[in-house]
Protein backbone atom coordinates (compact mmCIF):
# COMPACT_ATOMS: atom_id res chain seq x y z
CA UNK A 1 0.00 0.00 0.00
CA UNK A 2 1.52 3.54 -1.20
CA UNK A 3 0.56 6.80 1.10
CA UNK A 4 1.22 10.14 0.27
CA UNK A 5 2.89 11.91 2.79
CA UNK A 6 2.83 15.62 3.03
CA UNK A 7 5.27 18.09 1.54
CA UNK A 8 6.34 20.46 4.39
CA UNK A 9 6.24 24.26 4.13
CA UNK A 10 7.88 26.67 5.83
CA UNK A 11 6.42 29.48 7.85
CA UNK A 12 8.36 32.62 8.31
CA UNK A 13 8.36 33.54 12.38
CA UNK A 14 11.05 36.09 12.85
CA UNK A 15 14.33 37.96 11.88
CA UNK A 16 16.73 37.99 14.18
CA UNK A 17 20.06 40.13 14.63
CA UNK A 18 22.31 39.06 17.35
CA UNK A 19 25.16 41.37 18.46
CA UNK A 20 28.89 39.61 19.13
CA UNK A 21 31.93 40.82 20.77
CA UNK A 22 35.05 39.15 19.92
CA UNK A 23 35.89 36.01 19.90
CA UNK A 24 37.38 33.42 22.28
CA UNK A 25 39.94 31.08 21.10
CA UNK A 26 40.08 28.20 23.56
CA UNK A 27 42.57 26.10 21.14
CA UNK A 28 41.87 22.60 20.07
CA UNK A 29 40.07 20.14 22.09
CA UNK A 30 40.47 16.51 22.93
CA UNK A 31 38.16 14.54 24.96
CA UNK A 32 36.03 11.49 23.25
CA UNK A 33 34.04 13.25 21.31
CA UNK A 34 36.30 16.13 20.23
CA UNK A 35 37.32 17.25 16.75
CA UNK A 36 38.25 20.35 16.38
CA UNK A 37 39.21 23.98 17.62
CA UNK A 38 36.90 25.14 20.04
CA UNK A 39 35.90 28.93 20.07
CA UNK A 40 33.49 30.76 22.10
CA UNK A 41 31.66 34.30 20.61
CA UNK A 42 30.03 35.89 23.27
CA UNK A 43 26.39 36.93 22.74
CA UNK A 44 26.44 41.01 23.28
CA UNK A 45 22.48 42.16 22.58
CA UNK A 46 20.48 41.78 19.26
CA UNK A 47 17.00 42.30 17.79
CA UNK A 48 13.73 40.30 16.90
CA UNK A 49 11.10 41.19 14.27
CA UNK A 50 8.82 39.14 12.60
CA UNK A 51 5.20 38.41 12.12
CA UNK A 52 4.82 36.17 15.18
CA UNK A 53 7.75 37.35 17.35
CA UNK A 54 8.88 40.95 18.57
CA UNK A 55 11.83 41.66 21.07
CA UNK A 56 15.61 41.75 21.91
CA UNK A 57 18.24 39.26 22.17
CA UNK A 58 19.42 39.95 25.68
CA UNK A 59 23.49 40.86 26.78
CA UNK A 60 24.12 36.67 27.76
CA UNK A 61 24.85 33.88 26.06
CA UNK A 62 27.58 32.34 23.49
CA UNK A 63 28.01 30.80 20.22
CA UNK A 64 30.34 27.77 21.48
CA UNK A 65 31.95 26.70 18.03
CA UNK A 66 34.15 23.49 17.50
CA UNK A 67 36.06 24.69 14.13
CA UNK A 68 36.29 21.52 12.63
CA UNK A 69 38.47 22.58 9.38
CA UNK A 70 39.86 25.57 7.47
CA UNK A 71 35.72 25.43 6.01
CA UNK A 72 33.17 24.19 8.30
CA UNK A 73 32.54 25.03 11.54
CA UNK A 74 29.47 23.12 14.13
CA UNK A 75 27.81 26.23 15.93
CA UNK A 76 25.81 25.70 19.09
CA UNK A 77 24.38 29.24 20.26
CA UNK A 78 22.62 29.78 23.48
CA UNK A 79 20.78 32.85 24.50
CA UNK A 80 17.23 34.63 25.84
CA UNK A 81 15.17 36.63 24.01
CA UNK A 82 12.86 39.42 26.39
CA UNK A 83 9.47 39.63 24.33
CA UNK A 84 7.52 42.41 23.93
CA UNK A 85 4.39 43.45 22.18
CA UNK A 86 0.75 43.21 22.77
CA UNK A 87 0.84 39.44 23.53
CA UNK A 88 3.68 38.26 24.81
CA UNK A 89 5.51 41.69 26.97
CA UNK A 90 7.88 40.56 29.39
CA UNK A 91 8.02 36.87 28.71
CA UNK A 92 11.54 35.01 27.65
CA UNK A 93 12.61 32.75 25.59
CA UNK A 94 16.07 30.77 25.91
CA UNK A 95 17.12 29.42 22.65
CA UNK A 96 19.32 26.95 21.92
CA UNK A 97 20.55 27.41 18.09
CA UNK A 98 22.54 24.43 16.58
CA UNK A 99 23.93 24.97 12.88
CA UNK A 100 26.56 24.39 10.43
CA UNK A 101 28.64 27.18 8.41
CA UNK A 102 31.01 26.69 5.87
CA UNK A 103 32.40 28.38 2.64
CA UNK A 104 35.52 28.49 0.68
CA UNK A 105 38.84 28.33 3.20
CA UNK A 106 39.35 31.98 1.73
CA UNK A 107 36.12 33.66 2.93
CA UNK A 108 35.83 31.57 5.75
CA UNK A 109 39.65 33.06 6.89
CA UNK A 110 38.31 36.17 6.12
CA UNK A 111 35.30 36.05 8.33
CA UNK A 112 37.56 35.13 11.47
CA UNK A 113 39.39 38.28 10.53
CA UNK A 114 36.32 40.04 10.86
CA UNK A 115 36.02 41.26 7.08
CA UNK A 116 32.83 40.81 5.52
CA UNK A 117 31.67 38.56 3.21
CA UNK A 118 28.97 38.11 0.76
CA UNK A 119 26.47 35.95 2.77
CA UNK A 120 25.70 34.16 -0.70
CA UNK A 121 29.44 32.80 -0.52
CA UNK A 122 28.45 31.01 2.73
CA UNK A 123 26.26 27.51 3.76
CA UNK A 124 25.08 29.02 6.89
CA UNK A 125 22.09 27.01 7.98
CA UNK A 126 20.23 26.49 11.51
CA UNK A 127 18.01 24.41 13.56
CA UNK A 128 16.78 26.16 16.65
CA UNK A 129 14.85 24.95 19.56
CA UNK A 130 12.98 26.94 22.28
CA UNK A 131 12.29 26.74 25.71
CA UNK A 132 9.24 28.74 26.97
CA UNK A 133 7.13 29.24 30.20
CA UNK A 134 4.37 30.59 28.87
CA UNK A 135 0.94 28.82 27.44
CA UNK A 136 0.63 31.18 24.89
CA UNK A 137 4.07 30.10 23.47
CA UNK A 138 4.24 26.32 23.77
CA UNK A 139 3.97 26.15 20.03
CA UNK A 140 6.98 27.01 19.64
CA UNK A 141 8.17 23.93 21.43
CA UNK A 142 5.85 21.69 19.65
CA UNK A 143 6.88 22.36 16.06
CA UNK A 144 10.26 21.79 14.21
CA UNK A 145 12.06 25.23 13.06
CA UNK A 146 14.69 25.39 10.37
CA UNK A 147 16.80 29.06 9.46
CA UNK A 148 19.35 30.51 7.89
CA UNK A 149 21.83 32.81 8.87
CA UNK A 150 24.87 35.31 7.69
CA UNK A 151 28.04 36.29 9.74
CA UNK A 152 29.04 39.92 9.21
CA UNK A 153 31.79 41.41 11.56
CA UNK A 154 29.59 42.72 14.18
CA UNK A 155 26.42 40.67 14.10
CA UNK A 156 24.83 37.52 12.90
CA UNK A 157 21.45 38.06 10.92
CA UNK A 158 19.35 35.21 11.02
CA UNK A 159 16.26 34.45 9.78
CA UNK A 160 13.98 31.33 11.55
CA UNK A 161 11.09 29.24 9.81
CA UNK A 162 8.74 27.34 11.57
CA UNK A 163 8.21 23.50 9.55
CA UNK A 164 4.58 22.88 8.53
Do not use: K
Amino acid sequence: MTSTLPTPELEWIADLTVTVGAPVEAGMVQGLNSRGRRRIIPITGGSLSGPQLRGRVLPAGADFQIVVSDTCADLDARYVLALDGPQHAGEHVFVQNRALRRGSAQDIARLVRGEPVDPQAIYFRCIPSFEVSSESLRWMTEHVFVGTGARYPDRVEMRFFRVC
